[in-house]
């Protein structure tokens, strides 16, 4: 092995690749050896997978099948996790492209289900990829009603699934691969409520990964459901003078494009800074020589409390709005089970608790319980600093399911509890907003792509075709900082058109370490990253 490792994909799996004498066979009895020691652990099933197979045990959270696989073995654990509840974890382990390296995955708001598409895609790298549906069986966009009385489940949900698959993963592959020295490094990446799953893991127990590559953090629990509960009443109920009608949303969005759009030097669709635009709401107002797709005033201070900070009794912050230029349709289209189902099923206990009487209160009782003890609010990363743990985070400007300023709020609080002790974030924590990037991928004109967690494309397995390195992939960009020590001053995402790979390249540019952020050099293909710089506005 050389000591200095070219960080392109293809030279990745040239050098890594191991000669596969592996200790066992890919049978369920197999695994039951390795695992006997363990009394709460059982296989469910053991399959090997022949290269570009497919694999997958449909759940409600993820239905389809991780597919084009290289050729591995598929394994399913079951973990009792309390007298009556249990979680499972799937394990994808790579034949002759194992990389000597670990890679778990993550979840999706509520739901329970083994990522098979996200290991099938990890899994091309060579890592041996783990998920866990923590300990239930629905859909991400679900009420919680599973963990209505069932404390268990939800700290399962909220931390312990994760560790606990990890762990046992982490011996699993040792043995499975035979390797004295043990697996080479750990690495976390995932999306959403895979993102908290992420952070969470690294508060709690800092030695589990070496890197993590988080994206749109549901890291608050706690104030995402209230924010997200808050959101939907905002324009509740239907038909009242408030209220607006869903076709008024691209209005909306369309007059804060308008606004915002040209901050960073080009006029394309894309706002790079929301947080940096002085927006003027009253532009929306119908007027007496404008009254189609336009707002009343009442109508307008809907729009304005959904776009700004929610701050209740006693000046209290409680959540970020959405940014300027964000479709508000998840927020304002309705009041989501992922609010109201969260105090129903898991604050109150009382599934016909009246949602529609929510105050500030019930945000407290939230507080108080944190279901499931879910919340990755242990700013004091410093033990996962200190042992040389990497975080790459991201997030859209244009999520209308986690406002991105709650990613803001997460990095300023870090920032609160450790720049006083003289640590500098960008030393281990390097955060990045993705213009016009809607929740964990997509947008309409600007590019996204950087093969993170939950960034499928038709048409790609795995990475930044014919971009396969640390500039454009931001998991070998997270190889490269935890193993090389080369952490990434910007990143460089892509637009296929339509997102589809086969219709061809559209446009890169870079995304920025933040607060810096893309600016448009003013000359020059503007579909062509070196046209772009990373620079701090204001
Ligand atoms: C892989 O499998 C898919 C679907 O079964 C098939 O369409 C494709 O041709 C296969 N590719 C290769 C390289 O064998
Ligand atoms: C999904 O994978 C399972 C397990 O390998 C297999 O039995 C099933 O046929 C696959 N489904 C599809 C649609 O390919
Ligand atoms: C999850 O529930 C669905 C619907 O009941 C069922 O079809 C599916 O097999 C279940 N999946 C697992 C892994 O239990
Ligand atoms: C497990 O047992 C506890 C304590 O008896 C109970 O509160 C909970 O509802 C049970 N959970 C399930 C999933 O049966
Ligand atoms: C609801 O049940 C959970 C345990 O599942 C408990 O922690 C919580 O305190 C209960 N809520 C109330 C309001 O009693
Ligand atoms: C009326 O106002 C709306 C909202 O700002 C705007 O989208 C639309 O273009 C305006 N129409 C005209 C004719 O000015
Ligand atoms: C607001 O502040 C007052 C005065 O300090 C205090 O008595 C009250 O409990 C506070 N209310 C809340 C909801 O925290
Ligand atoms: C919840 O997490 C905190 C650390 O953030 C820990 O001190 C506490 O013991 C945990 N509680 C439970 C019930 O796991
Ligand atoms: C891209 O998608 C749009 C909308 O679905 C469609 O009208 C257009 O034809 C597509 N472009 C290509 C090149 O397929």
Redesign the pocket.
């Known amino acids: 092995m050389p000591d200095r490792l070219s960080w392109g994909l293809g030279a990745l799996q040239t050098l890594l690749a191991v000669s596969t004498v592996y200790a066992i066979d890919c049978t369920p009895e197999s695994f039951s050896t390795i695992i006997e020691s363990n009394p709460d652990a059982t296989v469910n099933y053991a399959y090997a997978v022949p290269q570009n197979g497919s694999f997958g045990v449909p759940s409600l959270a993820f239905p389809t099948n991780a597919t084009n696989l290289p050729a591995l073995c598929a394994v399913g654990i079951n973990v009792k996790s309390s007298a009556n509840t249990s979680y499972n974890f799937g394990l994808f382990l790579p034949d002759t492209i194992w990389n000597e390296r670990f890679l778990a995955t993550g979840n999706g708001g509520y739901g329970g289900g083994i990522n098979w598409p996200d290991m099938g895609i990890f899994s091309h790298y060579g890592f041996a990829t783990m998920s866990t549906d923590t300990g239930h069986n629905a859909s991400a966009i679900s009420d919680g009603s599973w963990g209505l009385n069932n404390p268990e489940t939800l700290i399962d949900w909220g931390y312990r699934a994760m560790h606990g698959s990890v762990a046992l993963s982490k011996s699993i592959v040792t043995t499975y691969y035979s390797i004295s020295e043990g697996i080479k490094y750990s690495y976390y990446a995932s999306c959403s409520t895979g993102g908290r799953q992420g952070l969470r893991d690294v508060q709690l127990y800092p030695d589990d990964f070496d890197g993590i590559s988080v994206g749109a953090p549901a890291w608050w629990s706690t104030h995402l459901a209230s924010a997200t509960l808050k959101q939907g009443l905002y324009n509740y109920p239907t038909g009242t003078p408030k209220y607006i009608d869903p076709s008024l949303f691209s209005?909306i969005k369309?007059?804060m494009t308008k606004q915002c759009d040209a901050q960073d030097g080009l006029v394309d669709g894309v706002v790079s800074d929301p947080f940096g635009c002085d927006f003027n709401y009253q532009?929306?107002l119908c007027t007496s020589s404008?009254s189609?797709?336009?707002l009343t005033p009442v109508q307008l201070q809907t729009v304005y409390q959904s776009f700004n900070d929610w701050v209740d009794v006693n000046q209290t912050f409680v959540f970020p709005g959405l940014t300027l230029g964000t479709d508000p349709g998840f927020m304002l289209g309705g009041v989501s089970p992922l609010g109201y189902g969260y105090f129903q099923s898991w604050v109150y206990n009382d599934t016909t608790w009246d949602y529609t009487q929510f105050t500030y209160a019930d945000v407290q009782k939230a507080d108080e319980i944190d279901p499931g003890n879910a919340t990755a609010d242990a700013f004091d990363m410093t033990p996962y600093m200190d042992r040389g743990g990497k975080i790459l985070m991201y997030h859209g400007t244009a999520d209308s399911l986690i406002p991105t300023g709650s990613s803001k709020v997460f990095y300023n609080r870090v920032t609160e509890t450790l720049a006083p002790h003289g640590v500098e974030l960008d030393d281990f924590y390097r955060f990045f907003l993705v213009p016009g990037m809607q929740h964990c991928s997509t947008s309409d004109v600007a590019p996204w792509y950087v093969a993170g967690g939950s960034q499928q494309i038709e048409g790609i397995t795995h990475s930044v075709p014919g971009y396969e390195d640390a500039d454009h992939d931001i998991i070998l960009a997270l190889m490269k900082w935890v193993e090389g020590s080369t952490a990434p001053e910007k990143l460089i995402a892509t637009k296929y058109v339509n997102d589809t790979f086969e219709l061809g390249l559209e446009s890169q540019r870079p995304i920025c370490v933040y607060p810096k952020q893309p600016q448009y050099i003013g000359s020059g293909d503007v579909n062509a990253p070196d046209n772009w710089e990373c620079k701090r506005i204001y």
């Open positions: 209005t369309a007059e532009e929306l404008n189609t797709n336009c």
